[in-house]
């Protein structure tokens, strides 16, 4: 059974960091792209990095750009999202999710970004 499990969602201050983490089970990680999605109610789900099933290539929503770190550790079938330079629209749910042949979601960790 695929599991992904997101931890590290918190309350911070803007200008505050965070770190995310997807820790998956189930399946050949390796094999997988992983990216970030993150959903607040009365947005639209947008995607907020991903990363290629070997490190090579990341990718980015503008939105984010130069301020989240997307990486992955294919030892340890984990995923994890830097965050950095919060801003309150940065908060939300945030999810990782995991594609190949399949999609995977996990079940959400919520990140809130207030002073």
């Known amino acids: 059974q695929v599991s992904l499990v997101e931890s590290g969602g918190d309350l911070v201050r803007p200008g505050g960091s965070l770190r995310l983490s997807c820790e998956a089970s189930g399946l050949t990680f390796i094999r997988y792209l992983i990216s970030w999605y993150r959903h607040c109610p009365g947005k639209e789900r947008e995607l907020v990095a991903t990363?290629?099933?070997?490190?090579?290539?990341?990718t980015y929503a503008d939105s984010v750009k130069d301020r989240f770190t997307i990486s992955r550790d294919n030892v340890k079938n984990m995923a994890s999202l830097q965050m950095s330079n919060l801003e309150p629209e940065d908060t939300a749910v945030y999810f990782c999710?995991?594609?190949?042949?399949?999609?995977?979601w996990g079940q959400g960790t919520q990140v809130t970004v207030s002073s």
């Open positions: 990363i290629s099933a070997n490190s090579v290539s990341t």
């Open positions: 999710t995991a594609r190949w042949l399949n999609d995977y």
